[in-house]
T-cell receptor, first 114, second 112 residues
Framework: EAQVTQNPRYLITVTGKKLTVTCSQNMNHEYMSWYRQDPGLGLRQIYYSMNVEVTDKGDVPEGYKVSRKEKRNFPLILESPSPNQTSLYFC?????????????FGPGTRLTVL | DAKTTQPTSMDCAEGRAANLPCNHSTISGNEYVYWYRQIHSQGPQYIIHGLKNNETNEMASLIITEDRKSSTLILPHATLRDTAVYYCIVRVATSNTGKLIFGQGTTLQVKP
């Protein structure tokens, strides 16, 4: 089944403790992206990747890092999480290098930073 | 990307057609209309997209007016599982970032 998976689905952590949210897709998509969703603010793009080893900042990249060492994986790294990064996170992927086709979203990761 | 305007909420009876409108009066000639939906904090789901011709797939139909300033998403036989927030998004096909800008959307409540 074609899908985007994220792990973990739920995470409660404390300020400053490094964490990684994994994202993996099995559709051989070039394009991948991370969003965060907050009440009243909609979905905002954090980082995106056009292809392996090509990443770029979205609208809200501060406090996040990403890497794209292989096509299927696009982990989101929070080196020193803070409470304002408490949010619902979604990974997305799409064929084509610009995400211009149908985008497939993962199930989401609900992160709470205390 | 052009701004879109959607009603905040709508109700629909189960089994009836749900018609969700979207205004995009400032749409440019190279911008597409995309529809996504999000079911209660799940990941958004692509529904359909189009440029100027009407489109239909297994989920829905998209009707775009001739002047392209508005469109309507039609769910032909709504079910309870179609209860969700529906987002109308207008953007160019050759976006540099691939970013989708989700506005407030329309909350569709399908009632028995």
């Amino acid at each position: 089944e074609a899908q985007v998976t994220q792990n973990p689905r739920y995470l409660i952590t404390v300020t400053g403790k490094k964490l990684t949210v994994t994202c993996s897709q099995n559709m051989n998509h070039e394009y991948m992206s991370w969003y965060r969703q907050d009440p009243g603010l909609g979905l905002r793009q954090i980082y995106y990747s056009m292809n392996v080893e090509v990443t770029d900042k979205g609208d809200v990249p501060e406090g996040y890092k990403v890497s794209r060492k292989e096509k299927r994986n696009f982990p989101l790294i929070l080196e020193s999480p803070s409470p304002n990064q408490t949010s619902l996170y979604f990974c997305a992927s799409s064929s084509g290098t610009s995400g211009n086709y149908e985008q497939f979203f993962g199930p989401g990761t609900r992160l709470t930073v205390l | 990307d052009a701004k879109t305007t959607q009603p905040t909420s709508m109700d629909c009876a189960e089994g009836r057609a749900a018609n969700l409108p979207c205004n995009h009066s400032t749409i440019s000639g190279n911008e597409y209309v995309y529809w996504y939906r999000q079911i209660h904090s799940q990941g958004p789901q692509y529904i359909i997209h189009g440029l100027k011709n009407n489109e239909t797939n297994e989920m829905a139909s998209l009707i775009i007016t001739e002047d392209r300033k508005s469109s309507t998403l039609i769910l032909p036989h709504a079910t309870l599982r179609d209860t969700a927030v529906y987002y109308c998004i207008v953007r160019v096909a050759t976006s540099n970032t691939g970013k989708l800008i989700f506005g407030q959307g329309t909350t569709l409540q399908v009632k028995p």
